[in-house]
């Protein structure tokens, strides 16, 4: 079954530490990818990042970096110093070549950043 | 360039009024969804279309709900009648295709209906 999973609902942290939010996905295929979305309080969906299964190597944007560990089927997002800004949900996705490439959405991460 | 646009932004309509909500994709894009947005359920794929042609409307929940693409630049999403529990955010996205299946979804900034 394709699914996944943020376990962390809400997270809130003071300005100017780092936070990880974890994401958890299941797959049989060997084609997919994973995304992370940011929804600020406006409501709109921003994309961040976009990675498919073959390329295991870490990302990083500014204070932004993505750990994806195909042998824990995780796709952690780091946000370093973080800024009120920062405040948002963020959702983890999966979409599977297979599945006509479908995205299925975590349930999202409520990060509070607090000055 | 222009992203998604979906209009109207708010919708508060009554119980059993017709909803029309609409979409326009980005220039190029090919591939164009539907999604809904609630609390309880998250985000729901509705139904996409690929190059006009609806290709999955297995999220549709009812005969109430329907969805349209007259053209590449133009879709709609109709609820007939409406009733409180399809009050939700709803967004349009699309995508092109890329080398290797469908590329990143980008979304409109969506719709959020309220039904009384």
């Known amino acids: 079954a394709q699914k996944v999973t943020q376990a962390q609902t809400e997270i809130s942290v003071v300005e100017k530490e780092d936070v990880t939010l974890d994401c958890v996905y299941e797959t049989r295929d060997t084609t997919y990818y994973l995304f992370w979305y940011k929804q600020p309080p406006s409501g709109e969906l921003v994309f961040l990042i976009r990675?498919?299964?073959?390329?295991?190597q870490n990302e990083i944007s500014g204070r932004y970096s993505w750990n994806f560990q195909k042998s824990t089927s995780s796709f952690n997002f780091t946000i370093t110093a973080s800024q009120v800004v920062d405040s948002a949900v963020y959702f983890c996705a999966l979409s599977e070549a297979s599945r006509d490439d479908k995205i299925i959405f975590g349930k999202g991460t409520r990060l509070h950043i607090l000055p | 360039d222009a992203g998604v646009i979906q209009s109207p932004r708010h919708e508060v309509t009554e119980m059993g009024q017709e909803v029309t909500l609409r979409c326009k994709p980005i220039s190029g894009h090919d591939y164009l969804f539907w999604y809904r947005q609630t609390m309880m359920r998250g985000l729901e794929l509705l139904i996409y279309?690929?190059?006009?042609?609806?290709?999955?409307d297995s999220g549709m929940p009812e005969d109430r709900f329907s969805a349209k693409m007259p053209n590449a630049s133009f879709s709609t999403l109709k609820i007939q009648p409406s009733e409180p529990r399809d009050s939700a955010v709803y967004f349009c996205?699309?995508?092109?295709?890329?080398?290797?299946?469908?590329?990143?979804?980008?979304f409109g900034p969506g719709t959020r209906l309220t039904v009384l």
């Open positions: 990675r498919n299964s073959f390329d295991e």
């Open positions: 996205a699309s995508s092109s295709l890329g080398t290797s299946g469908t590329d990143t979804q980008y």
């Open positions: 279309f690929n190059n006009n042609v609806p290709i999955d």
